[in-house]
C-alpha cells in the first residue's frame, strides 16, 4: 500500500512565476490536507479538502495560493506569482475518515525554493 | 490562539541514555495528541493519544496524556543514534486540523 506521494521532491522557481505542487493520498483515503514548514519553524496547516470540496482554507493565504482535490487525480497545491518568503517545505498528508480516531499520514513533502 | 509548545527545544545525549520530550497545549476544540518523528523527510508517526492516563508504547518509546494539565510527554528509553531526529507534537482539532508544536532536535551521540 503506496504512502502519501507528493511530487515534485524539489522545486524551484524564480520569482513570479508558477508552483503546483501534487500529492495523492493513501488509497482508499478521501480527506487531504496541506502543510507547510518554514526553516526552524513547525509544520503550519493551510486547507482540508476532500473529493470536490474545500473544507477548511483557513490557513491559506488570501491571494496567490489555491488548492483544489479534483474528482479524479491528484491534490493540486497553486502559488502564482511566487516570492522568495514562499520558500519552504509543503507537505501533504492524508487520513481515511473525519469524525474518527485517525492520524493524519504524510507524504515526503516538495521543498520550494524560489529565487 | 491555539499554540502547542515543546521542550526543550534540542538536546543532545549518549548511547544508552532516556530522554524525556514534553509537549504542552492549548487548543480549542481538543480532540487528540499526537507524535511524530522528522528525519530529512515525512513527519512519520509514532503516537495518537485520545484518553488521560493511558500510555502507549511501542519498543523503546511511550507516551502519556495528561488532559486536566494539558501536557503529553515522550520517554524513549536506552536511546540509539538512529533515534536522532526532530520529534513533533501536535495537538488534533475536530475536523482532523493539527496544530504542531516547533518540535525538540535529539541527537544522539555515539
Known amino acids: 500500500n503506496a504512502g502519501v506521494m507528493q511530487n515534485p521532491r524539489h522545486l524551484v522557481r524564480r520569482r513570479g512565476q508558477e508552483a503546483r505542487l501534487r500529492c495523492s493520498p493513501m488509497?482508499?483515503?478521501?480527506?487531504v490536507y496541506w502543510y507547510r514548514q518554514l526553516p526552524e519553524e513547525g509544520l503550519k496547516f493551510m486547507v482540508y479538502?476532500?473529493?470536490?470540496?474545500?473544507?477548511?482554507e483557513s490557513g491559506m493565504p488570501k491571494e496567490r495560493f489555491s488548492a483544489e482535490f479534483p474528482k479524479e487525480g491528484p491534490s493540486i497545491l497553486r502559488i502564482q506569482q511566487v516570492v522568495r518568503g514562499d520558500s519552504a517545505a509543503y507537505f501533504c498528508?492524508?487520513?481515511?475518515?473525519?469524525?474518527?480516531?485517525?492520524?493524519?499520514?504524510f507524504g515526503n513533502g516538495t521543498r520550494l525554493t524560489v529565487t | 490562539e491555539d499554540k502547542v509548545v515543546q521542550s526543550p527545544l534540542s538536546l543532545v545525549v549518549h548511547e544508552g541514555d532516556t530522554v524525556t520530550l514534553n509537549c504542552s497545549y492549548e487548543v480549542t476544540n481538543f480532540r487528540s495528541l499526537l507524535w511524530y518523528k522528522q528525519e530529512k523527510k515525512a513527519p512519520t508517526f509514532l503516537f495518537m493519544l485520545t484518553s488521560s492516563g493511558i500510555e502507549k508504547k511501542s519498543g523503546r518509546l511511550s507516551s502519556i496524556l495528561d488532559k486536566k494539565e494539558l501536557f503529553s510527554i515522550l520517554n524513549i528509553t536506552a536511546t540509539q543514534t538512529g533515534d536522532s531526529a526532530i520529534y513533533l507534537c501536535?495537538?488534533?482539532?475536530?475536523?482532523?486540523?493539527?496544530?504542531f508544536g516547533a518540535g525538540t532536535i535529539l541527537r544522539v551521540k555515539s
Open positions: 501536535a495537538a488534533m482539532e475536530y475536523g482532523n486540523k493539527l496544530v
Open positions: 498528508a492524508s487520513s481515511p475518515l473525519q469524525g474518527q480516531d485517525s492520524p493524519l499520514h
Open positions: 479538502l476532500q473529493k470536490e470540496n474545500i473544507i477548511d
Open positions: 488509497k482508499g483515503h478521501s480527506h
